[in-house]
């Protein structure tokens, strides 16, 4: 039983491991275990909403994946494929209200899974009052979105949009695939690894991490009622210790030299006495306009720029 009056997570992550293990114990194909696991995440994304859990994030395929034989990566291509293709068409996806957004490096992918990828994507975009949302972490890695995040944001100080006084924390999250996503408070694995294998390491950084034994297929409501226990109890502390990580940042960036400081220094100094006093102030609020200027008009390019994408993507599913 869960505690009554507490609260549930927003953002629960899952790394579903355990489909190749639970398919070689029964002596089958390790693409059966997958399809097996495919299944049990529609169950489990049902349980989440039917608790009222907004956010949901699931490691479907790691960049790392594409290390695995060419036979076993062809057949997880294919079955995909499938899946992005039945959520299409899922009746339950538009009953749940929900938006579905595959996060990860579409370029990597065979052009069919891509373009199966975004018409899901956009399929689920076009429903009205989407209350939560499925993060399909597919050809991922963390190491990947950090590194995508940064490139953006220094091509855009290299290209004169942003300056690099510009560039905090904050900026880089919103420029990450699961941007416009809360934190993850909740990061479950299940087949007893102990590990995140370069899953959401920033966005996890204060999440209880969960870890069942059972491999995923076997995962089921108990196991998830177990993990949401134990959140629960650990809840309070986890939101001191993220609050507190929060205002040592703030105030971290908030002490940075920002490359307008100088001119703000040099012409308050030419002043004196209070006059210096408000004459600091006022750059200093005409600097920070600046700023949200130069972020607002980078982020709105950005997002006009990933929505053309996906687009141009889902296109290809649909001729």
């Not at 002596?27 to 495919?38: F, Q, R, T, V």
């Not at 919103?174 to 920033?202: A, K, N, Y």
């Not at 999440?207 to 629960?232: D, I, K, M, S």
Request: proline content about 3%; some cysteine; hydrophobic content about 40%.
């Amino acid at each position: 039983m869960l505690l009554a009056g507490q609260q549930l997570p927003q953002h629960i992550a899952f790394i579903p491991d355990g489909n190749r293990r639970f398919a070689a114990q029964l002596g089958l194909k390790a693409i059966i275990g997958h399809y097996l696991g495919n299944k049990k995440l529609k169950h489990v994304v049902h349980w989440c909403r039917e608790l009222g859990i907004r956010y949901v994030t699931v490691y479907a395929f790691s960049t790392d994946n594409f290390k695995r034989s060419a036979e076993e990566v062809a057949r997880l291509m294919k079955l995909a494929r499938a899946q992005f293709e039945a959520l299409v068409n899922d009746e339950d996806i538009p009953m749940w209200r929900a938006e579905v957004r595959v996060i990860g490096d579409l370029s990597t992918l065979p052009p069919a899974v891509a373009a199966a990828a975004a018409h899901a994507m956009t399929s689920s975009q076009e429903r009205s009052q989407t209350i939560s949302v499925l993060n399909v972490s597919f050809s991922y890695t963390s190491s990947e979105d950090l590194q995508s995040a940064v490139q953006q944001v220094v091509a855009s100080v290299e290209q004169g949009q942003l300056l690099p006084s510009d560039i905090t924390p904050g900026l880089l999250q919103q420029v990450m695939h699961t941007r416009e996503c809360p934190p993850v408070d909740l990061l479950i694995r299940t087949s007893g690894e102990q590990r995140l294998s370069d899953f959401l390491l920033w966005q996890s950084s204060y999440a209880l991490l969960h870890w069942e034994r059972c491999l995923w297929p076997e995962f089921g409501y108990a196991q998830l009622l177990r993990a949401l226990l134990a959140w629960q109890s650990a809840a309070a502390e986890l939101l001191l210790l993220r609050q507190a990580a929060d205002r040592a940042t703030q105030h971290l960036w908030g002490q940075r030299p920002c490359q307008e400081e100088g001119s703000v220094e040099q012409q308050s100094q030419q002043q004196g006495g209070q006059q210096q006093q408000q004459q600091q102030q006022q750059l200093a609020g005409d600097w920070s306009s600046g700023m949200q200027l130069r972020v607002a008009s980078f982020l709105a390019d950005f997002d006009k720029r990933n929505a053309s994408q996906v687009q141009q993507l889902a296109a290809g599913a649909v001729s």
